[in-house]
């Protein structure tokens, strides 16, 4: 996990998540890639006839915006430790952050504002959702690691093995539902070989999946949750929720390992 992605704009959240790319590329020996996005198509206006137009002033002041923030982060990143690259893309923004994520290893984004769960859909990276004010302790100590024996589960649990050797606790948890999946055991092995002793627990099911999950996290007291995006369809999670959306709505939640 050494090339790092994260998208910087002139939201209130952007430093918080600059930050914390640029200790996880310290804490891996990594570079970050900093993505300063400006989407041509909010600046598309359609005129009584059917047509289409740019609305060009707009977009000159916005071009004009974002190059100044994309100079202050490279001004900043300059005078750190961190080997680093700004790069500037006028594609919507989950298609811009997929596009640069072909080569990253990690996609380092904010929870709010509707882009992770796209992301991790997309991108051929894991994505690390932050909460809104970039809470997170690093190096990681304890690491919940929710476990269906999914695909996309041990997809997760991969890529989450970088950021898991320096935890005093790893827990592995299932809630039983699915039938046929790669065992726990499993599991418990693949991290052992990778010189990480996790502990095994079960959770009895109070409620909803997603909410004795959430009990199961609280009572770990986890600096982050390792987890598959979407194990179930994406239409079906939109109908009707699931443990993906639930855990991205959760302001409680801690900082999120998502993989596809």
């Not at 974002?66 to 961190?82: I, N, Q, Y």
Request: glycine content about 8%.
């Amino acid at each position: 996990m050494r090339s790092i992605l994260v998208n910087a704009d002139r939201k209130p959240a952007s430093d918080a998540r600059l930050d914390t790319a640029l200790e996880l590329a310290r804490h891996l020996d990594g570079h970050v890639t900093v993505l300063v996005d400006t989407p041509v198509s909010r600046y598309i206006a359609m005129d009584p006839m059917g047509g289409s137009y740019v609305i060009s002033e707009a977009l000159d002041r916005a071009r004009s915006d974002d190059d100044a923030a994309a100079d202050a982060v490279e001004t900043r990143l300059a005078r750190g430790d961190v080997p680093f690259e700004v790069v500037r893309s006028e594609d919507d923004p989950v298609p811009a952050l997929a596009a640069a994520a072909r080569l990253a290893d990690l996609v380092v984004l904010t929870r709010s504002g509707g882009m992770v769960g796209p992301v991790a859909l997309s991108a051929r990276a894991p994505v690390l959702a932050l909460p809104d004010d970039g809470r997170i302790n690093l190096p990681i100590r304890r690491a919940v690691i929710a476990w269906d024996g999914g695909e996309q589960s041990a997809a997760a649990l991969k890529a989450a093995i970088p950021l898991l050797g320096s935890c005093e606790l790893v827990k592995v948890v299932s809630v039983i539902e699915k039938v046929g999946g790669f065992p726990a055991t499993d599991a418990l092995r693949y991290l052992s070989r990778n010189g990480i002793h996790a502990e095994f627990e079960e959770l009895e099911r109070r409620g909803s999946t997603e909410e004795t999950l959430a009990a199961g996290v609280r009572q770990a007291q986890a600096d982050l949750l390792v987890m598959g995006a979407y194990g179930k369809s994406r239409m079906r999670e939109f109908l009707f929720g699931g443990v993906t959306a639930y855990f991205l709505s959760d302001k409680a939640a801690p900082a999120l390992l998502f993989a596809h």
